[in-house]
């Protein structure tokens, strides 16, 4: 694999977690900024579903990223989820 679509991959896993959690869906945006070792995936959703990707004391946000470091480990890169208001 080419680091071009492990990249995806982990910004297309973000977007799958965050897809499922939300209820509106099509107001869910990832980007994805590359750094050299570490990229940075922003989330942004839909006011009223802010809550929802964030969890109680920001457990589902901590589950999220849990996942995604556990992912970006297995194609030796430092992924970090941000989640924007």
């Known amino acids: 694999m080419s680091n071009d679509s492990n990249g995806s991959t982990m ?3 973000v977007e799958y977690m965050a897809k499922a959690l939300v209820d ?3 107001s ?3 980007s994805e900024i590359r750094g050299e ?3 940075v995936i922003e ?3 839909a006011k009223d579903d802010l809550g929802k ?3 109680k004391q920001g457990r589902t946000a901590r589950a999220m990223r849990t996942i995604l470091s556990a992912a ?3 194609i030796r890169k430092r992924s970090v989820l941000e ?3």
Do not use: A, Y
Request: proline share 4%.
């Open 11 to 13: 910004r297309e896993l």
């Open 24 to 26: 509106e869906p099509d």
């Open 28 to 30: 869910v945006v990832v």
């Open 37 to 39: 070792q570490t990229s």
């Open 43 to 45: 989330l942004k959703v």
């Open 53 to 55: 990707v964030i969890g």
């Open 72 to 74: 970006s480990t297995k």
């Open 83 to 85: 989640i924007l208001e």
